[in-house]
């Protein structure tokens, strides 16, 4: 432990871990300091999909920084980074039309995609279904990492090339800004001391500052999610986002069609009620990643959402699956939840607690695509303030 340092990041996920990547980069001395052995959230508990084609305007530019800032990486330390491409298949005419009309806005945000017949996507994709695709969009930029070690391989990588100090089981219970430098202080009575703080605690509401999150818009989704056995002998590349997806991301909502097609959906069908949209994204030891539903509630009832898994959703999400690819085998090894917090209001949730300790967090579903080239952006802001 350094007797100061420049930064202090609390949690160790992808925001936070990404807010020190950038002020290291910059030669300042920064410590994460994280209440788990490793971290255990949204960041591990994820698809590993970067896919800035899912995004409004604004994010899909943060998005872009985060691929060029993983591709550095990737080129320095190997963090198993695969540009395998993104692409949205389509099940009907509308969502055809959408993808035509999301490909012509990517020509003027000058963002590459290209668009599949549905032979194309065929030939492409093992076992896609002919009845099911009638076309897709793909994005030939975009890449998928492997989330439950991605994040501990860039931690090696800036521990051993940055600089950065990592403090694991790290419980801090209380921040104090006493003028001349901010202080974490650990369950265990440790004191760390730097020029400023940033809080980035995922949907961890309940130790630092309960009161603030309480009192805002921050909700929870808890989404699951399941893997395959290994699929012997079979590829499935990059990430395979379906007409469900199209009808959720925010890009589409770009797109001039975009409301009367969702007008016209059935909002009491269980996708709806549950938020399920089907991904598929094969994990390197050829078993794939199926997902995901969305369950809410506000921070303050956390609680209320529970920890076990809903079978139905399960049950259902397999099924939808299975009328999209024909996988070798949907034998499931592993099944799953992640918990997101996110605005109602806002795109993320930023609250400055004093001019020195900074909270960051409620990213929502954008965290392994926006959080690179948010964080960058941010660390900008803060430090020039």
Known sequence: MKEKYDLIIIGAGVLGTFHAYHALKKGMSVAILEKSSKPEGATVRNFGQVVPSGMDRKWQNFGKESLKIYKDIQSQFEINLRQNGTVYLAS???EM??????HQI????????NLL????CLNKYDGLRADYCKGGLFFPQEV????????HKLHQFMTANLGLDLFVNTTVVETQDLNDEVIARTAAGEVYKASKIIICNGSDFKILYPEIYNNSDLIVSKLQMLQTKPQNNYRLDGSILTGLTIRRYESFEECKSYQTIKAKENPDSFEKKYGVHILFKQALDGSVILGDSHEYAPAKDIDSLGF??????DHFMIEEAKKIIDLPTYEIQNRW????????????FEYTVDQNIHIITGIGGKGMTGSAGFAKHNIDMIFNA
């Open 92 to 94: 009907n005419e509308e």
């Open 97 to 102: 039309q959408l993808i035509e009309e999301l």
């Open 106 to 113: 990517n020509i003027s945000n000058d963002y590459e995609s």
């Open 117 to 120: 017949t549905k032979e194309q």
């Open 144 to 151: 998928t990492v492997e989330p439950s070690t991605m994040i």
């Open 308 to 313: 076990d898994l809903n079978m139905d959703i």
């Open 337 to 348: 939840f992640g918990m997101y917090s996110q605005c109602k209001t806002k795109d993320i």
